[in-house]
């Protein structure tokens, strides 16, 4: 599958996690992070893809400690937790 193909689908997904927690903040983290990304970061992203949201929010606000396969650069922007956009009332 080719690089913009992979993005999209990776987009989508991104997106329908299951609930509108978990959509934000996977989905907002890929909307702001995801255009330049590489081969090697894609392939982290479609591998975190396939963890629990609860786990990836866990990770993501602090309250665990993230797998020794998601530490580095990609997890540490994920945990910056700036690319949500919150809805106004």
């Given at each position: 599958?080719?690089?913009?193909?992979?993005?999209?689908r990776l987009g989508?997904?991104?997106?329908?996690?299951?609930?509108?927690?978990?959509?934000?903040?996977?989905?907002?983290?890929?909307?702001?992070?995801?255009?330049?990304?590489?081969?090697?970061?894609?392939?982290?992203?479609?591998?975190?893809?396939?963890?629990?949201?609860?786990?990836?929010?866990?990770?993501?606000?602090?309250?665990?400690?993230?797998?020794?396969?998601?530490?580095?650069?990609?997890?540490?922007?994920?945990?910056?937790?700036?690319?949500?956009?919150?809805?106004?009332?």
């Open positions: 599958m080719d690089h913009d193909a992979r993005l999209r989508f997904r991104a997106w329908h996690r299951g609930t509108k927690e978990a959509d934000m903040l996977i989905g907002g983290f890929f909307d702001r992070n995801s255009a330049g990304w590489s081969d090697a970061e894609i392939a982290w992203f479609e591998i975190l893809l396939e963890e629990q949201d609860v786990d990836i929010m866990a990770w993501a606000i602090g309250t665990a400690a993230p797998p020794e396969q998601y530490h580095g650069e990609m997890m540490g922007r994920l945990k910056q937790l700036d690319y949500i956009e919150h809805p106004e009332p």
